[in-house]
């Protein structure tokens, strides 16, 4: 999977559309240290500084038409390498696009996809919580962070390669 990576960008997901639109491989990855227009279900804001895992990734044509399934399927991959990584931290999937630790946010999911007569491209934008201290006090009660219930900074490249690697794994399998 090819990475292009930004330092601070407006958001992953828009970029991503962008680039699959215009002919950019799938399984490109669109990684961004910060975002400051990050976006969930809604057209909700993702509080999106320096230290969390921020991404989306262009995937190829399938004929899954709906995309909540493919939100799903990331909450699944995300919540069982947050498990994998953390014996301590119990994730929970809350449906259709985020995990949670503690009734927390940790994780927001967003799949769009760009149709024309049929569905042309899609991508899925994770915004998980990793290395982040602390949230603004209106997300305080709200959202938490790996670093904060684990007490430590983690590796975002380690958490991004699991994630990738079995998003396309199960991504493969399901898809015909």
């Given at each position: 999977m090819a990475i292009i990576k930004y330092k601070?960008?407006?958001?992953?997901?828009?970029?991503?559309?962008?680039?699959?639109?215009?002919?950019?491989?799938?399984?490109?990855?669109?990684l961004a240290d910060s975002q400051i227009g990050g976006y969930g279900r809604k057209g909700e804001r993702w509080f999106s500084p320096k230290g969390g895992l921020y991404f989306s990734i262009i995937l190829p044509k399938t004929n899954i038409e709906d995309a909540q399934i493919l939100t799903i399927l990331a909450a699944f991959v995300v919540a069982r390498v947050i498990k994998e990584n953390f014996q301590n931290i119990e994730p929970l999937i809350k449906l259709p696009n985020d995990v949670l630790i503690k009734d927390k946010k940790v994780c927001g999911i967003l799949t769009e996809n760009i149709i024309g007569e049929d569905v042309k491209l899609s991508v899925m934008g994770i915004g998980l919580n990793t290395n982040i201290s602390a949230f603004p006090k209106e997300l305080k009660n709200q959202a938490t962070s790996i670093k904060i219930e684990e007490g430590k900074n983690i590796s975002n490249k380690k958490i991004l390669n699991q994630i990738l690697k079995l998003i396309k794994e199960y991504f493969q399998s399901i898809s015909v």
């Amino acid at each position: 999977m090819a990475i292009i990576k930004y330092k601070k960008i407006k958001s992953t997901n828009l970029k991503a559309k962008q680039l699959g639109k215009n002919g950019v491989k799938p399984w490109t990855v669109v990684l961004a240290d910060s975002q400051i227009g990050g976006y969930g279900r809604k057209g909700e804001r993702w509080f999106s500084p320096k230290g969390g895992l921020y991404f989306s990734i262009i995937l190829p044509k399938t004929n899954i038409e709906d995309a909540q399934i493919l939100t799903i399927l990331a909450a699944f991959v995300v919540a069982r390498v947050i498990k994998e990584n953390f014996q301590n931290i119990e994730p929970l999937i809350k449906l259709p696009n985020d995990v949670l630790i503690k009734d927390k946010k940790v994780c927001g999911i967003l799949t769009e996809n760009i149709i024309g007569e049929d569905v042309k491209l899609s991508v899925m934008g994770i915004g998980l919580n990793t290395n982040i201290s602390a949230f603004p006090k209106e997300l305080k009660n709200q959202a938490t962070s790996i670093k904060i219930e684990e007490g430590k900074n983690i590796s975002n490249k380690k958490i991004l390669n699991q994630i990738l690697k079995l998003i396309k794994e199960y991504f493969q399998s399901i898809s015909v």
